[in-house]
């Protein structure tokens, strides 16, 4: 089982800084790679960035050069630090993982916090 709880989303004026946290618990020792995506209201839900487990990461375009993702693999954690913030950034943003369980990879997903980027 995985279990992943997400923090640090509210609201920010444009321009400025927030650090999202997630931390999974269970089979973090499974885990692959972990990352970030986003769901703005009408939209669908996008990949923000990943990071694998040997520390290789990958951005959307919209992101590169704002956004920096990390992870701490011992205690299972993800943080994604955004600064530069858009309004366009508004969403909630959903914590992912990619472990594996019993020889396939499986998703498993955090219940969103709320990113508002309003002045």
């Known amino acids: 089982q995985m279990q992943l709880v997400e923090s640090g989303g509210g609201l920010v004026q444009p321009g400025g800084s927030l650090r999202l946290s997630c931390a999974a618990s269970?089979?973090?020792?499974?885990?692959?790679?972990m990352g970030w995506y986003r769901q703005a209201p009408g939209k669908q839900r996008e990949l923000v960035a990943g990071i694998t487990s040997g520390g290789l990461t990958n951005y959307a375009d919209s992101v590169k050069g704002r956004f920096t993702i990390s992870r701490d693999n011992a205690k299972g954690t993800v943080d994604l630090q955004m600064i530069g913030l858009k309004r366009e950034d508004t969403a909630v943003y959903y914590c992912?993982?990619?472990?594996?369980?019993?020889?396939?990879?499986?998703?498993?997903w955090g219940q969103g916090t709320q990113v508002t980027v309003s002045s």
């Open positions: 269970g089979s973090i020792r499974s885990i692959y790679a």
């Open positions: 992912n993982v990619m472990w594996s369980r019993y020889g396939d990879y499986v998703d498993s």
